[in-house]
């Protein structure tokens, strides 16, 4: 249980920096792909923000997947 809690927490941050790394304004954030309104856009840099966040939740489920339960682990002991 604690250790969903503590994914949900780090999934929760990681997609509040992506968020505001999406919304926000830098310097190399390349040209825009795609014109949403006349203010707003997806640029080039937004691709690979979005990429590293979707390496990062992959990443996140699959360590907290992979580890097994403490309590299956032991009734598997004799």
């Known amino acids: 249980m604690v250790r969903w809690v503590g994914a949900l927490l780090t999934a929760a941050v990681l997609s509040g920096f992506a968020f505001l790394l999406l919304t926000g304004d830098y310097i190399r954030e390349g ?26 939740m992959i990443g996140l489920l699959t360590a907290v997947l992979a580890r097994p339960d403490s309590k299956a682990r032991d009734a598997d002991r004799p």
């Not at 949403?36 to 990062?56: C, N, P, Q, Y």
């Open 31 to 56: 040209p825009v792909l795609v014109t949403l309104s006349e203010t707003h856009g997806i640029h080039r840099g937004d691709v690979g923000i979005v990429a590293f966040w979707t390496i990062g």
